[in-house]
Nanobody, 124 residues
Framework: QVQLVESGGGLVQAGESLRLSCSAS????????MGWFRQAPEKEREFVAS????????DYTDSVKGRFTISRDNAKSTIYLQMNSLKQEDTAIYFC?????????????????WGQGTQVTVSS
């Protein structure tokens, strides 16, 4: 079992930054790929970013490339999502997930565990 807890969400203005954290407890965090997904009102959950087990490979959806950075600290069992130049369309609940294998993956079906989410709201 892996338990995930997100934090760092909030209300910001367009152009500002936020850093999300996802702390994991339980077994095998350092052997798993991890990812961030988001869900806006009345929309399906979508992939944002992922990172492999050792942090050497990352993947981003096109809309956040160059603005968001995913990273991990295995010693702290934590992943991060640095979000810069935020836009209104980034408003969503952000979820972190733990994949069932070591790779960075953008497919939600490859994730075994999810956190409860943290709200990010970007105003104009």
């Amino acid at each position: 079992q892996v338990q995930l807890v997100e934090s760092g969400g909030g209300l910001v203005q367009a152009g500002e930054s936020l850093r999300l954290s996802c702390s994991a407890s339980g077994r095998s965090f350092s052997n798993r790929g991890m990812g961030w997904f988001r869900q806006a009102p009345e929309k399906e959950r979508e992939f944002v970013a992922s990172i492999n087990w050792e942090g050497s490979i990352t993947d981003y959806t096109d809309s956040v490339k160059g603005r968001f950075t995913i990273s991990r600290d295995n010693a702290k069992s934590t992943i991060y999502l640095q979000m810069n130049s935020l836009k209104q369309e980034d408003t969503a609940i952000y979820f972190c997930g733990a994949a069932r294998n070591m790779a960075a993956t953008r497919y939600g079906g490859h994730y075994d565990y999810w956190g409860q989410g943290t709200q990010v709201t970007v105003s104009s």
